[in-house]
């Protein structure tokens, strides 16, 4: 049966660790043309946004599976660490902590009140990162490290179809970066 996926990259390209989203999503488009260990079942569409919060809504309505990709910037874990959160939209909403506007969960128990189709899985991705205030395209050090490692989990966790296996609970993994292959 056919699955709608969307890949959003959020973040502002030009804001140093900011547009990690943006760089993982364009490394998975250009990884996943042609590549045939895609499911064929999977339709999968890109966006790059600079705005989350309200700004997604219009975007994840009507898809499958929504996959967001951003930088995490809690000060909670060391800086490059990987974060993968998977959230079935028809459970408690974790809350996922955010820079933008409004959380990502309170964008979902909004449009479940308003009886929106919402994707039936939101998986996101991210990396704890360090500058999101400097104007630079680069990274630093140890996230440019980690853009790498980020894309190889996202990639991995679609061909081998986690972002449908999905535990009956909201799952946070933070993933140290000796674990990814």
């Known amino acids: 049966m056919e699955k709608k996926i969307i890949i959003i990259g959020l973040g502002n390209e030009y804001i140093s660790d900011d547009g990690i989203g943006i760089r993982v999503v364009r490394e998975l488009q250009k990884k996943i043309e042609n590549d045939d260990r895609i499911p064929f079942w999977y339709k999968i569409k890109f966006e790059e946004q600079a705005v989350g919060g309200l700004g997604i809504l219009d975007i994840i309505l009507g898809y499958d599976i929504c996959v967001i990709i951003d930088a995490m ?106 674990s990814i292959n």
């Open 73 to 178: 910037y809690t000060k909670e874990k060391r800086v490059g660490t990987l974060y993968r959160y998977f959230q079935k939209t028809d459970k408690e909403l974790i809350n996922i902590k955010s820079s933008h506007q409004i959380s990502l969960s309170q964008v979902l128990s909004l449009a479940k009140l308003l009886n929106y189709k919402l994707p039936s899985v939101v998986v996101v991705y991210g990396i704890e990162v360090e500058d999101v205030t400097t104007f630079g395209e680069s990274c630093t050090p140890e996230v440019e490290r980690n853009i790498k490692n980020l894309t190889t989990l996202v990639y991995n966790d679609l061909v081998d179809f986690n972002v449908e296996r999905l535990s009956e609970n909201p799952l946070s993994v933070y993933i140290e970066e000796e």
